[in-house]
């Protein structure tokens, strides 16, 4: 892997972000990979994602992610709950590229499942929003989900997004992804309701 200091990169896709509860911090292949690996064998994370745990192996992951660390508009953190300096993985949230035709910035994340529903997902995406809104207010982050993964749904509305349109998603038999259809939410920055 490309040692992403080396990378010349805009310092907001390598910088750490602080929220109140949680920090972002840029991923690291030695210290995150294992615990992204073992938040996707687990069912509750997979499947709102339409795709088999058992069909997602740790290389796809890490060539995920080294592909995003390497590419100059695209990014990936960790996320860990602020524990005064014992901090406990989260899990992950990433910008999959900045297009800057058209200032479309789309974003993912998942929050490993025995963490879920406290709110921490809303609290992460709202992070990384503020940042891309301060560093571009004419941004337009995209968010895109199957059409059953309500919790995804729920906490896309409640940040401010809107629903822009619906498209097919085609099977993927490598990661055992059945197809689907997905909703593609956007936001602007007049738009945003940041997580208090
Ligand atoms: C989507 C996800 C990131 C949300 O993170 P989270 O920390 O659980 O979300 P929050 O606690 O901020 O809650 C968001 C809303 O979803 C609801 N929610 C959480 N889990 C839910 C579930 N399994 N079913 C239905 N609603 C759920 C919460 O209650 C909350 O709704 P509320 O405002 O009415 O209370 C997380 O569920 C996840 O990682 N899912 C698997 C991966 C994924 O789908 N990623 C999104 C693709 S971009």
């Known amino acids: ?68 660390m390497e590419a100059p508009d695209a990014s990936d953190w960790t996320i860990f709950i602020k524990k005064g300096g014992d901090e406990k993985f989260a899990g992950e949230v990433g910008l999959v590229n900045w297009d800057y035709e058209t200032h479309v910035v789309e974003i993912f994340a998942a929050i490993s499942p025995d963490l879920s529903g406290k709110g921490y997902g809303r609290e992460t995406v709202s992070i990384l929003m503020e940042r891309i809104f301060a560093r571009s207010m004419i941004a337009i982050v995209r968010v895109q989900t199957l059409t059953t993964n309500k919790a995804a749904l729920k906490l896309s509305y409640a940040l401010g997004f809107r629903e822009t349109g619906r498209r097919a998603v085609s099977p993927d038999p490598e990661i055992g992804f059945v197809g689907g259809i997905a909703v593609v939410m956007d936001c602007l920055f007049y738009e945003f309701r940041p997580y208090k």
């Open 1 to 68: 892997m490309t040692d992403p200091a080396q990378i010349s990169k805009d310092p907001f896709f390598t910088s750490g972000y602080e929220g109140k509860r949680i920090i972002l911090i840029p991923y690291s292949e030695d210290r995150d990979l294992v615990h992204i690996h073992a938040m996707f064998q687990d069912p509750r994370t997979t499947g709102p994602l339409g795709i088999d745990s058992k069909k997602f192996p740790i290389d796809k992951i890490r060539d995920q992610k080294r592909e995003r």
